[in-house]
Antibody
Framework: EVQLLESGGGLVQPGGSLRLSCAAS????????MSWVRQAPGKGLEWVSA????????CYADSVKGRFTISRDNSKNTLYLQMNRLRAEDTAVYYC???????????????WGQGTLVTVSS | QSALTQPASVSGSPGQSITISCTGT?????????VSWYQQHPGKAPKVMIYDVSNRPSGVSNRFSGSKSGNTASLTISGLQAEDEGDYYC??????????FGGGTKVTVL
């Protein structure tokens, strides 16, 4: 059974940093691209970032480019999102999602975690 | 990258069929067969209902079907049931190797 478990969310001040983790199990982690998707309170889904299975390719939404960094440790079956220079508009539930493919970018998601809430506020 | 365009809401009576549209451009929906549809219930994570335009994952009811014509993809739910209520989102791969979602459609079963 595929499981994705996010952690690391919480309350952070504007301008601060946070690192999210997503522990994966139940599938060959290195064979799938992975993404982070967020959802602000009461709003729709927004794709944030993707990383290829071998970590050789990454891409970002314009809204987070230069502030967020996606990475993965295939030896630990774990996906990360380092978030710097956080803004109020980054407040959202952050989901990690398994892509059904392993190509540069994101094509669509087979499985989602339950999400972790990030609140940026003073 | 602009969000794909979906109607804000669609409703139908039990047993009826409804269709949700998802309009993009030739740089996303029209250019690739990587269109997916997700169902989301309040407080829950999204669940894939259709992938690659018209493929249904195992375990998803065959009442759900997807199609695409030009820059517009569609999700049809036939034999509408109360459990189909929720928010539905489309997504598409883009020419920039990114992914874009639609704004979401709230489905109400009357």
């Amino acid at each position: 059974e595929v499981q994705l478990l996010e952690s690391g969310g919480g309350l952070v001040q504007p301008g601060g940093s946070l690192r999210l983790s997503c522990a994966a199990s139940g599938f060959t982690f290195s064979s799938h691209a992975m993404s982070w998707v967020r959802q602000a309170p009461g709003k729709g889904l927004e794709w944030v970032s993707a990383i290829s299975g071998g970590a050789g390719s990454t891409c970002y939404a314009d809204s987070v480019k230069g502030r967020f960094t996606i990475s993965r440790d295939n030896s630990k079956n774990t996906l990360y999102l380092q978030m710097n220079r956080l803004r109020a508009e980054d407040t959202a539930v952050y989901y990690c999602a398994q892509d059904k493919n392993d190509i540069a970018g994101a094509t669509g998601f087979d499985y989602w975690g339950q999400g972790t809430l990030v609140t940026v506020s003073s | 990258q602009s969000a794909l365009t979906q109607p804000a809401s669609v409703s139908g009576s039990p047993g009826q069929s409804i269709t949700i549209s998802c309009t993009g451009t030739s740089s996303d929906v029209g250019g690739y067969n990587y269109v997916s549809w997700y169902q989301q219930h309040p407080g829950k994570a999204p669940k894939v209902m259709i992938y690659d335009v018209s493929n249904r994952p195992s375990g998803v009811s065959n009442r759900f079907s997807g199609s695409k014509s030009g820059n517009t993809a569609s999700l049809t739910i036939s034999g509408l049931q109360a459990e189909d209520e929720g928010d539905y989102y489309c997504s598409s791969y883009t020419s920039s190797s990114t992914l874009v979602f639609g704004g979401g459609t709230k489905v109400t079963v009357l």
